[in-house]
Structures are given as structure tokens and as C-alpha cells.
């Protein structure tokens, strides 16, 4: 069954009303491309990757509709949920319950350690590729366990106090540090399963909606556990409120028992060795030195310009534009959050109509863009209408770079060895970003404010040359 397969429209008053609105712009943006002799809607139209020409022609709406209907989404958006569940519960809000608990700042510092994990995931993402869990098939069985384990982790953190102590040789350390840590581990298992899930029961054209999906999925779980999970510390107490949160960790178990088994089978049980050096070497064998290289650099430069422009950008808002900050927290938590919701949505329904080398094109040059938005507002000065559009139109292209960069990862990965090659890339991805900060402040110091965000946006357009270079390889994994 394709990804548009049919089945009953909905009906509903939403459905009916989200359809209008998909078909009024399916028809007006044609004519505005006639008009100004702008040919990308007919490069979109002509680059569907859709199975037969009915679905080609399909409005926007009767996509939506489409994607409603497909079970798959729906347990990509309960899983995307889950895993931004357990985010928040390791950094800011545990953070802010030792703050409320009279902790020193050194302590509440040492909270950033327990995003260790995430960095270190390769090192057993082998284990996840090589072993099954016994009843269950290979993705599955590890979502089970790992989300088993993440309920019961979280409802030991209910259970204890910030002053308690474990003692391990010397140290006195937390105890709910340990724990914490537990919960961060299991969660960067659980986010590796599941992308290796999503590269086995996805086809090549979906996958951009797929990571949309999942990226909403995860936005709302983290906002849930990070912000309103303050909410409810606040109105219920600390051990309630990690209580709901394990409660609401249930929806990921739920959907990963509803999940439909991959149809990916193994020809034969690789050795443990074979896992840790397989993936490496499927990539030399399938890209060769050369174009994997490019590859590569493609995925750490990507999102280079978007990334270095976000370094310092609250010490932007504060000490150069002067806004409090009451109206930045307010900016982040809704326009920010609301427009980054909507440009992973807008560019995974794009995504159906584009291919994942054009995705890359024009989703890179829509995320280079808003940054001399940026340049605009330590030009002019503090305007708080500015700071919304600017903020707004960031977040947005931003989130669509976000969908067509994830694209691109799973796009790599190999069904045998996903989980493997998941952690490889992501690291890549993530880890130079470490170093962005102290570049983003040398920059400053030397150049000042306008010219910063101007370098960042010229930072950003290389990155579209190495696509182009890329671009037979990135074409041959849309088939």
C-alpha cells in the first residue's frame, strides 16, 4: 500500500476546514508563479515522487487526508512524543527542582552531564543492530524494553530527594544524578530504535514526512516535560509531577505494541564484530572514499549558518537589542516554538511533492535567509514587531532545514545496520556545534553584531554547493 493510499476522508469539521485552506493556496500559488515567471511549480509538480499520476494531482488537502488515514503517522507522531518526553526530565526541569531545593550552581551545572549519553550512543548502537529481544522482532523488541525501563526509571526519580547521596568510592554524588542518568541512557537507545524503526517501514518518498511527523511528535513531548512540566511542579510537587510524566511515557508503549513489524528481513545474523564494522564499511562500499567524504561535509555544514547565527543569540537580544526578559521568553516559548511546529509540518507535506535533492536546494536557501533578519535588527534597533517576524521567520525555515537534514540521515542509513549508522551520523551532525560558541564570540568581538549575522548568512551558502555536488548521489536515494 503506498504512503497516499486511500481509505474514507474524514468528514470532520477540522478535516473539512483544513482542506479549504489547502486548496484555496493549492490554487493561488500556480498563478503567482505565472506571474512572475517563477518556475519552481512546475519543477515541484515535475519532480513528484508520488506512485502513479492520480497522486501527482492530488490536492494538498487530500494528501492531509491521505496522511490522517495512514496508522503509520499516527505511531510516528506517539513516538516522537516519547522520545521528547524524557529530554526535559534530565536537563532543565531537573535542573530548576535542585535550584527550587537551595543547590549550589556547581551542582545544578553538573546537570548538563547527563546529555552525555546522547554523544556517546555509538558506542552501543551495535548491541541494538546484532541482538533481538526474545518474542518480539529487532526494532520492536528494543522500543518495548527501552520505554519499559524509561516508566520505571522516571517513577524511581519520583521516589527520591535532590539531598539524597549515593556513595561511590570518594564521591558523594546524587542520587537522583544516577537515576537521571539511567533515564538519559535509555532515551538515546530508545530515539536510535526508533529511527532505525522509521528507515525499515517507510519508503524512500515518505521519510521527509516522516521526520516531520516525528520532529512535532518530539516538540510537543519535550514542551510537555520542559515548560508545562514547571506548571505542574509548581501546582502538584515534584514527585506528581514526574509520576504524570512516567504516566504519559505509557503512550509511547502503546504505540510501539500497535506498531506494525517492519518487512525488512535479515539474510543472516551478522557476529558482533561484524556490527561494529559493517555499517563503516557499507558506507566505503555504497558511496566510495570521495563522495562519502562530501557526504560528510555536507551533513556537518548544513545547518552551519542557522546554528552559529543561534549561539549567542539571547546575549544578542539582551545586551545589544535591550529587550527584558520576560518579552524574550515569551517570543521563545510561542512564536519560536509555534513557527518551528509549523515549518517541519509545511515541509514534510512539501516533501511529497519534492525531491530530496530540491528539498535541500530550496529548504537551504529558505533557512540562509532569515538571518540577515537578524543584521536588519542590530541595524535599526529594538522594535519589538521586528523581533517577532524575525524570530518567527528563523524558527520557520529553520525547522524546514531541520526536516530535509533528518531526510537526508535516514536517507543514508542502511535497513541492517540503521541503529549504527543513525548514531554515527548524528554525532557528526552534533558535534561540532560544541565549538560554535566560542567562534560565534570571537566573531563578534572582532566584527560586531551586523556583520556577524552577514558572515553567517554567508557562512550558510557554500553548503548549497556541496548539495549540488551531491546532488546524483542524493538523487539515487530517492529510488
Not at 274 to 299: D, H, I
Request: with cysteine; hydrophobic share 55%; net charge positive.
Amino acid at each position: 500500500m503506498g504512503w497516499v493510499s486511500g481509505g474514507e476522508k474524514r468528514s470532520s469539521p477540522l478535516m473539512t476546514l483544513i482542506n479549504a485552506v489547502c486548496r484555496v493556496l493549492h490554487s493561488f500559488y500556480p498563478i503567482f508563479c505565472n506571474r512572475y515567471h517563477f518556475p519552481l511549480y512546475e519543477s515541484l509538480i515535475m519532480q513528484t515522487k508520488c506512485a502513479t499520476m492520480q497522486e501527482a494531482k492530488a490536492s494538498w488537502g487530500e494528501r492531509v487526508s491521505a496522511i490522517c488515514a495512514d496508522r503509520r503517522y499516527a505511531i510516528l507522531l506517539l513516538l516522537g512524543f516519547a522520545s521528547g518526553l524524557p529530554v526535559a526530565l534530565t536537563t532543565t526541569t531537573l535542573q530548576a527542582w535542585f535550584t527550587a531545593a537551595g543547590f549550589n550552581l556547581k551542582t545544578i551545572g553538573a546537570v548538563t552531564l547527563l546529555g552525555l549519553p546522547a554523544g556517546l550512543r555509538l558506542l552501543w548502537a551495535p548491541l541494538l543492530d546484532r541482538f533481538s529481544v526474545p518474542g518480539f522482532d529487532r526494532r520492536r523488541g528494543w522500543l518495548f524494553v527501552t520505554q519499559l525501563g524509561l516508566i520505571l526509571s522516571i517513577v524511581f526519580m519520583a521516589y527520591l530527594l535532590p539531598q539524597q547521596i549515593f556513595h561511590l568510592f570518594h564521591w558523594a554524588i546524587p542520587t537522583l544524578f544516577l537515576a537521571g542518568f539511567i533515564v538519559s541512557f535509555l532515551s538515546a537507545s530508545q530515539d536510535i530504535v526508533i529511527t532505525a524503526w522509521q528507515t525499515e517501514i517507510l519508503p524512500a518518498h515518505a521519510r521527509g514526512l516522516g521526520a516531520s511527523i516525528y520532529v512535532v511528535g518530539w516538540r510537543v513531548g519535550s514542551i510537555l516535560s520542559g515548560a508545562l512540566g514547571l506548571v505542574f511542579a509548581q501546582a502538584l510537587g515534584w514527585k506528581t509531577t514526574y509520576f504524570i510524566m512516567a504516566a504519559l511515557m505509557g503512550m509511547g508503549l502503546l504505540a510501539t505494541l500497535l506498531a506494525p513489524v517492519p518487512t525488512i528481513v535479515r539474510t543472516h545474523t551478522p557476529s558482533l564484530m561484524q556490527s561494529v564494522f559493517m555499517p563503516l564499511r557499507e558506507f566505503f562500499r555504497q558511496y566510495g572514499v570521495k563522495t562519502l567524504g562530501l557526504l560528510f561535509l555536507l551533513l556537518v555544514t548544513y545547518k552551519v549558518g542557522d546554528a552559529l547565527t543561534l549561539a549567542l543569540n539571547t546575549t544578542f537580544l539582551l545586551r545589544k537589542m535591550g529587550f527584558d526578559l520576560a518579552t524574550i521568553g515569551l517570543v521563545n516559548k510561542t512564536v519560536s516554538v509555534a513557527a518551528a511546529l509549523l515549518g517541519g509540518v509545511v515541509a514534510g507535506v512539501w516533501m511529497t511533492r519534492l525531491t530530496l535533492y530540491r528539498a535541500l536546494m530550496v529548504f537551504g536557501v529558505m533557512q540562509a535567509l532569515p538571518v540577515l533578519g537578524y543584521a536588519l535588527m542590530a541595524l535599526v534597533g529594538k522594535h519589538v514587531w521586528l523581533l517577532i517576524i524575525v524570530a518567527f521567520s528563523e524558527n520557520f525555515c529553520g525547522g524546514m532545514g531541520n526536516i530535509a537534514l533528518l531526510a537526508l540521515i535516514l536517507a543514508l542509513c542502511h535497513v541492517e545496520c540503521a541503529a549504527t549508522q543513525f548514531a554515527l551520523l548524528s554525532t557528526l551532525v552534533f558535534l561540532p556545534r560544541v565549538a560554535y560558541g566560542p567562534i560565534a564570540a570571537s566573531l563578534v568581538a572582532q566584527q560586531g553584531w551586523a556583520w556577524f549575522f552577514v558572515i553567517c548568512f554567508l557562512v550558510s551558502l557554500p553548503t548549497l554547493g556541496l548539495v549540488w555536488v551531491c546532488r546524483n548521489e542524493i538523487t539515487r536515494l530517492d529510488r
